[in-house]
């Protein structure tokens, strides 16, 4: 097999940047040089060190000035909801029963599903995310497409089939034995192949029975190696249902605890409205706290309170992601400066450095997946971003007057989009090139 080397600013992260004068957090090559060979980084460092090491001959693609950085992680995104981005004028409960339900029911259509996830697909790397943790339907089928797309893509991909079985019209409810059967069957023919992971996702307290949160609980106890992803504390009217439905709980976190839900690979939406006991058991059982500042945002369902999450004498792991289609962007530079402006209302900055943090290191720590990717360390798999400072004339034009890489950073987060996003490596292989224009 051939290998290609990367060359380009490069930029990768050891640990949370604690402020811009933070330099040991990350390690930044003026002419960096990534060497990939079948799908990993096999050495990084200078260009001039890694040409060396590579030999003449080596196929070579030249990026500067353009940001080599580690693909982008989204920690949560529903599939199925590519159709209700920009649903108008409700709260989370209403949102769901009157735009999100009614849509996910058209995924019952095997082919309906196939079109969304090779779309999904597409928009995730147009906005140079290489990695997301991700709902399907209810429907097996629905799973099924987007294991196929992103196998067939060769995407680390993280994902399941949501359960339901209360509280929805019955075109998207399953059973407490069909959903069990169905995630059973989805383990057995994706988790492991390639690098799909399946997540074993009941969608929410509101929409599952008792009968089917102990069937959750008893495939999260057969299967410990997987992840589990579900939504908490989102929205006030949400909770207080919830309470209604679970009259013998604590608070709604007592209810994925009492069923057995809760561990260091539980990755939970939202968690605005958390009381200090919940965050307390968040933080013993390693429970991810996703942050989802768009989503928040457009459903009015609250601030997230990042900092206070991180420096509580027993701190949160925290992930951050697009939510869409709660959320309004699949670009993790949208989302994380709409999470600035959230961190800000609450009296607090996010250094530029944390945020690329976040987005790459980060969510691939509270994913748990570091050692596969979100750095550009050797050894990992060759996921990478390349992102372009000056690619629209706002921010060209504001690059004038940039002097440092933090500004540069938070100019990219700030001003990016899509547009700034200039290629996209998925195990080592441009990837760009492969989404559709029409
Ligand atoms: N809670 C339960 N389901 C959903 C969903 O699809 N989106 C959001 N934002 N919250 C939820
Ligand atoms: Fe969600």
Known sequence: STATLLRGRTLTFRRWPDSVDDHGAYVYEEDGGLLMRDGRIIAAGSYAEIAAQAGVGVETIDHRPHLLLPGFIDAHVHVPQMQVIASYGAELLDWLNNYTFPEESKFNDAQHGRRIARLFVDEMLRHGTTTVAAYCSVHKQSAEAFFAETHERNLLTIAGKVMMDRNAPDTVLDTPQSSYDDTKALIAEWHGKGRQLYAITPRFAITSSPEQMEAAGALASEFPALHVQTHLSENH????????????????????????????????????????????????????????????????????????????????????????????????????????????????????????????????????????????DAGTEADIVVLDSRATPAMRLRMETVETLAEELFLIQTLGDDRAIREVYVAGRAAKSTIATS
């Open 237 to 376: 009217a949400e909770i207080a249902l919830t309470r209604e439905l679970y009259p013998w709980s604590k608070d709604y976190t007592d209810i994925y605890a009492h069923y057995g839900l809760l561990g260091a690979k539980t990755l939970l939406g939202h968690c605005i409205h958390l009381c200090e006991r919940e965050a307390d058991v968040l933080s013993e059982t390693g429970a991810v706290a996703v942050f989802c500042p768009t989503s928040n945002l457009f459903l009015g369902s609250g601030l997230f309170d990042y900092q206070r999450y991180r420096r509580r004498e027993k701190p949160l792991r925290i992930a951050a992601a697009s939510d869409v289609g709660g959320g309004t962007n699949y670009s993790m530079l949208r989302t994380m400066d709409e999470g600035y402006k959230v961190i800000a209302l609450n009296g607090e900055k996010l250094n530029p450095f944390a945020s690329f943090w976040q987005m790459t290191r980060g969510n691939a720590e509270a994913l748990s997946v570091t050692d596969r990717v979100g750095t550009l």
